[in-house]
């Protein structure tokens, strides 16, 4: 198999040395006659993420744990046709809406529009053929002292029922402190709506572990949005005396079978929740999740005003890399986002986009070790997009 390899270097400032930093790329199949290639960014301690251009999607992240021993803690496949036929998005970007619309109808500017209803009877992230299952273009590059991969993609008027034309681009970004930096940005020459994020699964303790219900989560918010059972949301509610009550660290499997009606409506956590912001656009921390056994950090900012957690409660002994057995609930999401069904339900984050504005969306995955030294001041994936 082909295989074809970059290798950059960039200086610090005031540094001694060379930060050093790799691209590698590779054939990792075909879809409608498109080639598809695997790349992999690594940077210089060794870490690195591997991303497809098939839906942007990421495939693999290897990070150290505690004692140093790597292991990849995100869920996929070994071929993009495994991708096509049995994925449940995973580690792909969700478009042009993520999440759902009840009854796959909206309204906008006094117009009625319908997309499929390929969740019934709701539409689920962008329809039969989202964004997920696109062919984007890519190219390599850097930011600053790390490894980035750029992919663009044209949606076309009317396509998957959506209105104008809109430009994607997705940049992913992986520093050299271990952190994926997504930056979406997009643009329409019609009124749109609009909702990206990122579908990767994970376990702290390494894809194929048969559970996610160690890890231990605190999300910064005091309230979310009750679902009812078919997954739409019907309000915004205090997470106060719930099962979902993260504002400090908690076990996920603490509460997540209780006698309790929103859990039952989602098998478990699969719920938005309303990010505590004072400014939007800005950067926040939306949730930090810790591993015991390997002592692994996931800490997640956003500029979006909501992030889903989900706990693979749909996951049912599915075979991933190497064979190995993806079980229920053995991983989860956290998945920056517009509220769900936000087209029709006016007190939530509008989705809105016009002709003349930006989405701009970031969102960074951290990864870490449990009471490691944290760095002073921001890094260039720490600084908010506006």
Not at 92 to 107: Q, V
Not at 175 to 181: F, G, M, V
Request: hydrophobic share 30%.
């Amino acid at each position: 198999m082909n295989k074809k390899t970059l290798t950059l270097c960039a200086f610090l400032p005031l540094a001694a040395s060379a930060a050093k930093f790799s691209v590698t790329s590779k054939p990792f199949g075909e879809i409608d006659g498109k080639p598809v290639e695997l790349y992999t960014l690594s940077n210089e301690s060794g870490a690195k993420v591997s991303i497809t251009n098939y839906g942007g999607t990421v495939t693999s992240i290897v990070v150290p744990d505690k004692d140093g021993k790597m292991d990849d803690i995100v869920l996929g496949f070994d071929s993009v046709a495994e991708y096509v036929e049995k994925s449940p998005y995973f580690g792909c970007i969700t478009g042009r809406y993520a999440n759902r619309i009840a009854n796959g109808k909206f309204s906008l500017d006094g117009k009625d529009y319908s997309v499929a209803a390929n969740n019934d009877p709701n539409h689920l992230h962008g329809g039969l053929k989202g964004f997920d299952k696109k062919v984007w273009k890519a190219r390599v590059g850097s930011v600053g002292d790390s490894p980035s991969l750029v992919l663009t993609y044209t949606s076309p008027d009317g396509e998957e029922g959506y209105p104008g034309n809109l430009s994607n681009s997705v940049t992913y970004t992986w520093t050299q402190d271990n952190a994926l930096r997504i930056r979406y940005k997009s643009t329409t020459d019609k009124p749109t709506i609009l909702n990206l994020t990122n579908h990767s699964y994970f376990n702290l303790a390494g894809e194929g572990s048969e559970s996610n219900l160690q890890h231990r989560i605190k999300i910064n918010a005091e309230h979310y949005t009750p679902i009812d059972a078919t997954s739409i949301p019907t309000g915004i509610a205090p997470v106060d005396g719930t099962p979902f009550d993260f504002r400090k660290p908690v076990r996920i499997g603490k509460r997540i079978d209780e006698e309790n009606e929103q859990l039952k409506n989602g098998k478990g956590y699969d719920h938005n929740f309303v990010l505590k912001k004072k400014d939007d656009g800005k950067l926040i921390t939306a949730a930090i999740v810790t591993e015991p056994t390997s002592g692994r950090v996931l800490t997640v900012r956003t500029t979006e005003p909501g992030i889903q957690f989900y706990t693979g409660n749909f996951l049912d002994d599915l075979k991933g890399k190497g064979g190995k057995n993806y079980a229920y609930r053995s991983a989860f999401c956290l998945e920056s986002q517009t509220f769900p069904d936000s087209p029709n339900q006016k007190e939530f984050p509008s989705p809105v986009l016009r002709p003349g504005e930006t989405y701009n969306q970031v969102t960074i995955y951290q990864l870490g070790l449990k009471d490691a030294k944290k760095k002073k001041g921001k890094t260039k994936a720490e600084t908010s997009p506006r």
